[in-house]
């Protein structure tokens, strides 16, 4: 249908908190890149990283329950915060450590994937990278009404969240991740000849300002450096800058 004389299109944000999400859990920060990649096999150098940091990860955390971990901690109070058991449903950050720490090995996807574990296992906050050539305007951090379409990432039947859940969906209502940062689309995950990505990364705790911005600089560093990434966006936000324009 054809536009009106006078009449205007309303862009929507690539990324946003939605109002009722910023008022619940006031105290999200995210970081957000929007980018242009070229994917692959991880490169020597990537998966000897990966590896140096899982250990460095063990020997860190030996001792010490996950539960105890201030950026996971969060992740739990903000999981129960919208009616999810934290140890049924665990944030990914949690559950990458937490099968670091039983002594299990991350093996290697593709470069996405793998500097994506890297920058979770050293700061020890969520990190997704969604594959956007199937996203509708741009995606949107809000409560599930429940009704909203989720293939799950290991799985192909359309399946929907929970009302009241915290899903990232697009404008078309297609859900990419559940939970908040549980779990990933089918369609959403990074395979090798994905190109057009965004990425986060998010935290609750109290030192979150200062940990997403280390965890963004080196996702930064690490997708220029391994996907020969052109990034396009770069920002944090947070209840005082809650869309990425």
């Known amino acids: 249908m054809p536009l009106q004389p006078g009449a205007r299109t309303v862009a929507r944000p690539p ?4 109002p009722a999400v910023i008022e619940r859990f006031p105290a999200i920060v995210g970081g957000v890149i929007v ?9 020597e150098a990537l998966a000897a990283a990966l590896a140096a940091e899982v250990a460095a990860a ?3 955390l030996a001792g010490t329950p996950l539960s105890e971990v201030s950026s ?3 992740w739990r109070r903000v999981f129960r915060g919208f009616g999810v058991d934290p140890t049924q449903y665990r944030s990914a950050a949690e559950a990458l450590l937490r099968r670091i720490t039983k002594g299990d090995d991350l093996p290697s996807i593709n470069a996405l994937v793998d500097l994506a574990n890297l920058v979770s296992v050293r700061h020890a906050l ?10 509708r305007g741009g995606t949107t951090v809000g409560f599930a009404e429940g009704t909203e379409p989720w293939a799950d990432l290991g799985g192909s039947a359309t399946e929907h969240p929970d009302p009241g859940e915290v899903i990232f969906a697009d404008d078309a209502q ?6 908040w940062c549980w779990r990933q689309s089918r369609a959403s995950a990074a395979r090798e000849d994905t190109v057009d990505v965004l990425v986060t990364v998010e935290g609750h705790h ?11 600089a080196d996702l930064d560093r690490l997708l ?3 996907v020969r990434a052109q990034v396009h966006r770069l920002a944090i936000l947070d209840a005082s800058r809650p869309a990425l324009e």
């Open 72 to 74: 996971l901690a969060a």
């Open 224 to 226: 220029r450096e391994h």
């Open 174 to 179: 297609q859900v990419s991740a559940r939970r």
């Open 206 to 216: 109290a030192e979150a300002p200062a940990d997403v911005a280390a965890a963004l």
């Open 35 to 43: 980018a242009t990649v070229r994917n692959g096999p991880s490169p």
């Open 15 to 18: 990324f946003r908190y939605d």
């Open 126 to 135: 969520p990190v997704a990278v969604f594959d956007t050539r199937d996203v």
């Open 58 to 60: 063990r020997e860190r």
